[in-house]
């Protein structure tokens, strides 16, 4: 049973930077890809950023790019997402995904950027 633990979350303020972490059970180059999504307070979860295991190409949503970044240590088996320069509307919960035949979920981890 695959699983993924999400850590790094918390409050920041407006222009802070936060990492997130995705820990999982599972090599990460097992999955064909790994990524973030989010989802804030009464809308759809969206996509913020993807990793691909083979190559290492990433995708990411337009209102992230330049802001965020995905990276991965092969070693600790763990994804982060680097965030800077944070805006209120990056408040959500971020939910780390890895796909294989299925898609995989961790728990989620709250950020909360205030104005």
Do not use: H
């Not at 790094?8 to 407006?14: E, K, N, P, R």
């Not at 295991?53 to 802001?67: L, M, P």
């Not at 209120?88 to 950027?113: I, M, N, S």
């Amino acid at each position: 049973q695959v699983q993924l633990v999400e850590s790094g979350g918390g409050l920041v303020q407006a222009g802070g930077s936060l990492t997130l972490s995705c820990a999982a059970s599972a090599s990460i180059f097992s999955f064909n890809t790994m990524g973030w999504y989010r989802q804030a307070p009464g809308k759809q979860r969206e996509l913020v950023a993807t990793i691909r295991s083979d190559g290492g190409s990433t995708n990411y949503a337009d209102s992230v790019k330049g802001r965020f970044t995905i990276a991965r240590d092969s070693a600790k088996n763990t994804v982060y997402l680097q965030m800077n320069s944070l805006k209120p509307e990056d408040t959500a919960v971020y939910y780390c995904e890895a796909y294989k035949y299925r898609e995989y979920w961790g728990q989620g981890t709250q950020v909360t950027v205030s104005s």
